[in-house]
């Protein structure tokens, strides 16, 4: 499977002013491309270059591979846009964010990524250095840092192509690994329901629940801050803002992360398989209060679902998504469904047996049961493809670690 390894670059100040220069000119090149690719309705790769490879070389002066990848990162912003349309991630056709999306050529920023092939870039892994192309020449002894484990991985399983990329002043890599994956457990002994939440992050159907208190309080602190600091609007206001950006969804992505490793971990030390709701188009279906839209806007539950899955996919553990339809309204027990089952957001009790359980403990066991329903039935488990990796990494919308692809296993 693709996995993506991020390492720290610590350039120089002349070495940072080269890559700087880089991204700055291929950005550039780029968005010319991308001119041509909208008027003339050219949006392939080999038909673009007959268009643009010249034009790219001689007015920009970069190199054959550089030009070819400015123009592939092109290609495949203009892909992530159709898929993004026929997903209907930008709205419906005709609503303004839609044609703003489509009445325009794809702009690139002056700061995107870049990507780099093997005769690009060179690692010296073991001395932590690059050697990497810049539109000044190529520049050698670029220290990197990494951990361990991601020294490990580089040196095992690093394929293809990697990304440069600037963020917030600091310089990044982001290298392509080809992890060899555990075979799947096509017979799980049961599965492990997992009930995605905002109160509580998860729980499973063995009790265990990841409250979200500690995220939520910190949301709303960190919003507070943000409402405070624009509306002051001065500079050291607008410095701290900057400076505080990412700072939120950093601290999801790690709580994220940690969730995701237990509750995989858990499963396949049991033999089990996990069954997850499918959630897709959850926004679009619900209807919420004013005060309720930012909360349930925040809510990372697709990151975390891609998160179990990659990670059990790298496991072998097989993963169930099932149909979320009454699961909090419906007793683990009898199988009564009634609206006022639902006594109290953490409560549930029944009004046909009386049993009574925590709400979203009872949505797990349903989850679980819906999974085994589904095993009954001969239905295959379904597990994440590897995330799919672009020529790009610049103007791509979706991180590979969003990536909620599947594919069909081996029937349970």
Known sequence: MKLVVQVKLLPTPVQAAALEATLRVCNEAASWA????????????????????????????????????????????????????????????????YRKAVEKPIGFRPEGAQPYDDRMLSWQID?????????????????????????????????????????????????????PEAPLNSEPVDFLGIDLGIVNIATTSD???????????????????????????????????????????????????KIAKHVVAEAERTGRGIALEDLTGI?????????????HSSWSFAQLGAFIAYKARRAGVAVVYVDPAYTSRTCAECGHVDTANRVSQ?????????????????GSRNIRARAWELRRRGAPSTAPAPPRIPGSG????????????RYASPAL
């Open 34 to 97: 991308s001119v041509v690719a909208f008027e003339k309705d050219v949006k392939r790769n080999f038909a673009l270059r007959e268009h643009t490879y010249g034009e790219v070389k001689a007015r920009w002066g970069l190199g054959a591979q550089a030009a070819q990848h400015v123009i592939k990162k092109t290609c495949d912003a203009y892909a992530t846009l159709k898929a993004n349309l026929k997903a209907g991630n930008l709205g419906r056709p005709g609503s303004k964010r």
């Open 127 to 179: 001395r932590r250095r690059i050697s990497v192309w810049t539109v000044s020449g190529r520049v050698k002894d670029v220290t990197f840092t990494a951990s361990p484990e991601q020294l490990a991985t580089l040196a095992l399983y690093r394929r293809g192509e990697s990304d440069l990329l600037c963020r917030d002043g600091m310089w990044f890599l982001n290298a392509t690994c080809e992890v």
């Open 207 to 257: 009790g265990e629940i990841m409250a979200g208190r500690e995220l939520n309080r910190f949301r709303v602190r960190e919003r507070g801050l943000r409402t405070k600091l624009q509306r002051k609007n001065t500079p050291s206001a607008k410095r701290r803002l900057k400076k505080r950006r990412r700072k939120e969804s950093r601290r999801a992505r790690d709580i994220n992360h």
């Open 283 to 295: 926004r679009e279906r619900v209807r919420l209060n004013k005060p309720q839209r930012v909360t």
């Open 346 to 362: 953490a409560w549930f009790a029944c009004r046909s047996c009386g049993f009574v359980d925590h709400a979203d403990r009872n």
């Open 394 to 405: 610049a103007g791509r919308k979706r991180s590979i670690t969003t990536s909620d692809a």
